[in-house]
């Protein structure tokens, strides 16, 4: 009898240690994850994808000990709203902003579920966290590019189209990140001898009409910066500057898949795949305000060849020798 007593004892103690709480206990832990995508774009299942796949390496099998809750705000910022607080109400384990406007929401929704974060830029400057080392709160996760990015999108396009010399910012602008971009692009315009111009866009319309506005000035290119709107209609965006013959460089690859010219930055899916290993110690009782915000470090510089001819455009050996990836 002692001996069945001091089993059941040590067993009770070694479950309530930290680190191993949630691997000795049958309930079914819930990730709510959103996006700003729309449900079943490729980008969305290619992000969840990697995220899913990640965790079942770390011992956690959606349907099995998790249930991956995914909300998706179809690049609305009303939607991205209610997305966030659906998911709040639902009391998730873990909670992953899918890039700045889903965290931005789910920061107003909860100050006490744990959220891990990909693809945000500046997370201090946007108050997220207090620091990159000690984050603090219920917050942590991975950062994208810094803001300064935006001149080697404007580099990027003078040297694929020298005769550049108007440049048009297509951005969403209920995006918190969109206005340290701009900043940043708009302090590079003499060195680069171009005339910066706004765009803001939240819907087709808008879009439309932004960039056949670029279009009917000569000599002019555009640039997409990060953001829901703009990044949920891609094949618009793109099959507008193909149908107007305007050079373009966009933040993520996913816009190469949709037809785009150029696109240097980060490796967002990698980004997402990053987010399972704190999402696994968050589950093992570890606190999101404890782990260290990480900075992104894998950039890649993608070109469409077969876009650049349409445009009339021939890169330089140069460029194309930096580059990491050439789409014939």
């Known amino acids: 009898m002692r001996r069945r007593q001091f089993i059941r004892i040590f067993g009770a103690a070694f479950a309530m240690a930290p680190g191993v709480a949630f691997a000795q206990t049958d309930r079914v832990r819930i990730v709510g994850v959103l996006l700003s995508q729309s449900e079943g774009s490729k980008e969305a299942v290619q992000r969840l994808a990697a995220i899913r796949e990640a965790l079942q390496k770390l011992g956690w099998t959606d349907g099995g000990n998790l249930r991956i809750e995914a909300r998706y705000a179809h690049g609305s910022a009303e939607r991205m709203k209610a997305a966030a607080a659906d998911l709040v109400r639902l009391r998730p384990d873990v909670l992953i902003a899918s890039a700045t406007t889903a965290l931005s929401e789910l920061q107003k929704a909860t100050n006490s579920i744990p959220i891990v974060f990909a693809q945000v830029t500046d997370p201090v400057g946007a108050g997220f966290v207090k620091s990159l080392a000690r984050p603090g709160g219920n917050i942590t996760g991975f950062t994208q590019h810094e803001f300064s990015i935006g001149l080697k999108w404007v580099e990027l396009l003078k040297e694929l189209a020298p005769r550049t010399e108007r440049v048009g910012l297509i951005f969403d602008p209920n995006n918190p990140a969109t206005t340290g971009y701009r900043t940043a692009i708009k302090g590079s315009a003499s060195q680069f001898k171009v005339d910066i111009s706004d765009y803001p866009v939240r819907s087709?319309?808008?879009i439309e009409r932004a960039i056949t506005g670029v279009g009917a000035r000569p000599n002019s290119g555009f640039v997409v910066l990060p953001g829901p709107a703009p990044s949920v209609r891609a094949d618009l965006v793109v099959g507008l500057a193909s149908k107007h013959k305007i050079p373009a460089v966009y933040p993520f690859r996913y816009w190469i898949a949709?037809?785009?010219?150029?696109?240097?930055?980060?490796?967002?899916?990698?980004?997402?795949?990053?987010?399972?290993?704190?999402?696994?110690r968050i589950l093992k009782g570890e606190k999101p305000g404890d782990l260290p915000v990480q900075n992104a470090s894998k950039f890649q510089l993608v070109i469409n060849l077969k876009v650049a001819k349409a445009l009339g455009i021939e890169p330089p050996n140069s460029l194309l020798a930096r580059t990491d990836e050439v789409i014939e």
């Open 204 to 206: 087709a319309g808008e």
């Open 258 to 280: 949709s037809g785009g010219l150029a696109y240097y930055g980060i490796d967002n899916i990698d980004l997402h795949r990053q987010t399972a290993s704190y999402v696994d």
